[in-house]
């Protein structure tokens, strides 16, 4: 399993941006996905959650109301639109993708994308 995080870049607080996760190598519809994130000087923490169907999310208390995860399986893709960005919103965002076949949470992410730096300025 391949996955490909892009998206990231400056942006002025308030603002928006869409990551976005291109996954090869298993059947991309059957795994839950996940976002995660890592600030400098912190350990990585969740962001969000979708399920393999895309019918359930999940939310950090932190991004709650502000960002959105999504996935389009035709694609083999799971986006993340952020909106009202704040400077504490600034890190490398991964994606990484649950090793069970239609697993339900909490998920067990096997496979991790390299990571896309998200930095907000204020």
């Known amino acids: 399993v391949q996955l490909q995080a892009s998206g990231g870049g400056l942006v002025q607080a308030g603002g928006s941006l869409r990551l976005s996760c291109a996954a090869s190598?298993?059947?991309?519809?059957?795994?839950?996905m996940g976002w995660f994130r890592q600030a400098p000087g912190k350990e990585r923490e969740f962001v969000a959650a979708i399920n393999w169907s895309g019918g359930s999310t999940y939310y950090a208390d932190s991004v709650k109301g502000r960002f959105t995860i999504s996935r389009d399986n035709a694609k083999n893709t799971v986006y993340l639109q952020m909106n009202s960005l704040k400077p504490e919103d600034t890190a490398i965002y991964y994606c990484a993708q649950d090793q069970r076949w239609r697993g339900a949470p909490p998920y067990e992410y096997d496979y991790w994308g390299q990571g896309t730096l998200v930095t907000v300025s204020s």
């Open positions: 190598g298993r059947t991309f519809s059957s795994y839950g």
